[in-house]
């Protein structure tokens, strides 16, 4: 009885809600793979596509389309757009804040376009411009690679588990942001691009957060307190994410929920957002699924994108209030995004 209770008051809230995803990979993964997009039918073996993020509910996901090689992202852009031109009745490309509410409003998904990566910029804050006006609205500043031609840190990122210790003793050799990686921080807070911390070294973080005079977010990590992998924030990076007005967005990567052989669920997902909500408030918390983003044959904890109220339902089970909700799905990146990209 509680129960059925509780999953039809989360399926009423969860159609009320404009849901804001930090970051998809279905775009570069199929275009990796060599296949047309054909974005608006239903691909099983993807964990999302056009149909399903709108069953889901999804308002607006942040496509990955690039950001090393600049080749492979002019064209991954170009498909992006065409995507949306052959379908304008499902989909709008998201430039602005408030093309997300029209998003919303005209039962649409919203395509943001994003990259993972400077390594495209070959240096130059000129590419950096050209990206944005075609659309690019947010940007990490690498993929965890440093110190190489071109990359914006000057150390590459771990990307393992380790001890509290062991994180302390890699941020000590850790080389943060170059020259130019300061450069771009500054550039993108001028321009209206979103500054990702996401792949970031301990160092590079460090430097993003000192350096931006606008929100940061991580569009997709995890909680380095509830799962000790180096892509997950730290306390103290949760806090000057929080600081700089920005946020962390939980991705559903079971590799970040939980340290295998622990097993991740959907519930483990929700204790990452408490912990952020009890450390710095439930404004500073959002979601980065991460769909078709992960290694083949790894399935994320939401499995699939027609599954998102299965989150939503959780959040209501427990405890938290339907405002509070609203927030961790859409509400914090709409001011986020406001206060960045406009
Ligand atoms: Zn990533």
Same mark, same amino acid.
């Given at each position: ?192 691009? *979103? &500054?990702?911390?996401? =792949? ?6 460090? !430097? ?6 606008? #929100? +940061? %977010? ?60 009890? *450390? &710095?408030?439930?404004? =500073? ?6 769909? !078709? ?6 399935? #994320? +904890? %939401? ?40």
């Amino acid at each position: 009885m509680a129960r059925s209770v509780t999953r039809r008051h989360a399926e009423a809230l969860h159609e009320t809600l404009i849901l804001i995803d930090g970051h998809n990979d279905h775009f570069m993964l199929k275009f990796a793979r060599g296949e047309p997009y054909r974005f608006m039918k239903v691909h099983r073996r993807y964990h999302s596509d056009g149909p399903r993020l709108l069953k889901g509910g999804m308002t607006a996901s942040f496509f990955m389309v690039g950001g090393h090689a600049l080749d492979r992202s002019v064209a991954l852009i170009e498909r992006a757009h065409r995507e949306i031109e052959d379908h304008p009745e499902s989909l709008m490309l998201v430039t602005r804040t408030g093309d997300i509410r029209k998003a919303k409003r005209t039962g649409r998904l919203g395509v943001m376009l994003s990259w993972e990566s400077g390594l495209a910029l070959g240096n130059s804050l000129d590419v950096l411009h050209a990206a944005y006006r075609l659309g690019v609205r947010a940007s990490t500043l690498t993929h965890n690679e440093g110190g190489t031609a071109f990359a914006l840190q000057g150390t590459p990122s771990p990307f393992r588990y380790l001890t509290p210790r062991q994180r302390t003793a890699a941020r000590r050799t850790a080389k943060g942001l170059t020259a130019t990686g300061r450069d771009v921080v500054k550039e993108m807070n001028r321009m209206g691009m *979103l &500054v990702d911390v996401a =792949h970031a070294n301990d160092a590079a973080v460090e !430097d993003i957060v000192e350096l931006t005079s606008k #929100p +940061v %977010v991580s569009t997709h990590g995890g909680v380095f307190a509830c799962c000790p992998h180096a892509r997950c924030s730290t306390d103290d990076q949760i806090r000057a994410i929080a600081a700089t007005g920005g946020l962390l967005s939980i991705a559903f990567y079971d590799g970040f929920i939980a340290k295998p052989p622990a097993k991740a669920t959907i519930d483990g997902i929700v204790d990452q957002i408490a912990h952020v909500a009890d *450390l &710095v408030g439930i404004d =500073h918390v959002g979601i980065g699924t991460d769909f !078709d983003g992960l290694s083949d044959g790894v399935w #994320p +904890v %939401v499995r699939t994108a027609d599954r998102l109220p299965r989150l939503t339902e959780a959040m209501v089970r427990r405890g938290l209030s339907d405002a509070e909700i609203r927030k961790v799905w859409g509400g914090n990146y709409l001011r986020v995004l406001k206060a960045t990209i406009g």
